[in-house]
């Protein structure tokens, strides 16, 4: 059934389930924690040194060709700051393969788990998916162009993965119902339009005008993404039937 369906069971995560154990939880010994109970200021010291001593979480790498040399120096000495351009549209290229797995993840759950409870169709998720897969193509074409390398990890990039892991973990735990999945995925394109807006307005900083349109033209697919997994997330759970209906497929620019 593809509604999300909730029952009560043997649920062992409470404190509840275990008063004798969570009394001896509850209960410091002062030879452990000398400063008393509760107080985590010994913790946050060691924290603080790890903190202020930690290496940054990457770089971005420099041109590995001449030609990428070339454009970045001109770049920089018309004031521009490439490296942080740079830094972003690595981060969106590796949210959009990303978001890429996520919906090859959610196309194979549905193929087995999907009832027709909910209006979503295993093409609405395939038409999704080709536009993630697009939008990775034109960020590498926007990295390439700018004298990088779509294949460097770049410090956002690097960050964006991280943060993804949950995401991905849920859509492919394969006790994640539908309705759970497209939470996640809710999630994904919330970050997703975000991550599009602020890329849009580097780019236009740095008066990259085509740039600015092609971005722009998919922050507007992202917004339709989010408004039908919004709506397929409402179904799933029960909520009134949205009227969101995905445009047909976009010719490739020429």
């Not at 010994?42 to 790890?50: C, E, G, H, S």
């Not at 990457?58 to 001109?74: E, F």
């Not at 409870?117 to 295993?122: E, L």
């Not at 994640?176 to 780019?203: F, M, N, P, R, Y």
Request: with cysteine; glycine share 8%; charged share 20%.
């Amino acid at each position: 059934m593809t509604l999300q369906t909730t029952h009560m069971g043997m649920n062992r995560t409470g404190i509840q389930m275990s008063p004798i154990d969570s009394r001896a939880m509850q209960t410091v010994d002062p030879a452990i924690a000398d400063a008393g109970a509760g107080d985590e200021s010994a913790l946050a010291v060691l924290r603080n040194d790890y903190i202020a001593n930690a290496d940054a979480l990457g770089s971005v790498p420099l041109p590995g060709t001449l030609q990428g040399a070339v454009t970045m120096g001109i770049r920089t000495l018309a004031g521009d700051s490439p490296q942080i351009l740079l830094d972003k549209l690595g981060e969106r290229l590796a949210y959009e393969r990303t978001g890429t797995r996520l919906y090859d993840a959610l196309i194979t759950k549905c193929e087995v788990m999907l009832d027709g409870d909910i209006s979503m169709t295993i093409d609405d998720l395939e038409q999704i998916r080709a536009d993630e897969a697009r939008h990775f193509r034109l960020l590498a074409d926007a990295i390439t162009a700018l004298g990088g390398d779509p294949t460097s990890q770049t410090p956002s990039a690097d960050l964006a993965g991280v943060e993804a892991m949950g995401l991905v973990q849920v859509l492919n735990d394969p006790r994640a119902s539908i309705a759970q999945s497209l939470h996640a995925i809710v999630t994904a394109e919330l970050s997703d339009k975000a991550g599009w807006e602020t890329l849009i307005a580097l780019a236009d900083e740095h008066d990259i005008h085509a740039m600015v349109e092609d971005f722009t033209n998919a922050l507007n697919q992202e917004r339709e993404h989010l408004a039908l997994v919004q709506t397929w997330y409402e179904e799933a759970i029960g909520l009134t039937y949205g009227d969101v209906e995905i445009d047909p497929p976009r010719a490739p620019s020429p």
